[in-house]
């Protein structure tokens, strides 16, 4: 029920909004205009991976998927910032 609340072009436009205004952010030292957005792009990308597997093998989703895909996309946005920190 909660998953279908959001329409997938709001949450791509919320994705694009963050991805753009961490860029913004990131004009201050030059290498994170780049770093931030690319960060985002990853835990988006993981947490989506999670999401297609979760609805092949479930069914659908709940509330911990949910929960797992958020903690899977701070991780891989961590991850990413890290390596190319």
């Known amino acids: 029920m909660v998953a279908g609340t959001v329409p ?10 963050a991805a753009l205004a ?11 205009v ?7 792009a ?7 991976l999670l999401l297609r597997r979760c609805v092949r093998r479930f069914g659908g ?3 911990d998927v949910l ?4 903690e899977t996309a701070a991780t891989a946005s961590l991850f990413a910032l890290a390596l190319l920190g």
Do not use: E, H, Q
């Open 42 to 48: 990853v835990g988006t990308g993981c947490s989506w």
């Open 61 to 63: 989703i709940t509330g």
């Open 34 to 40: 780049l770093r931030l957005p690319l960060a985002v």
């Open 8 to 17: 997938p072009a709001g949450a791509a436009a919320a994705t694009a909004a």
């Open 22 to 32: 961490l860029a913004a952010a990131g004009l201050l030292d030059g290498w994170s």
């Open 67 to 70: 929960g797992a895909m958020a």
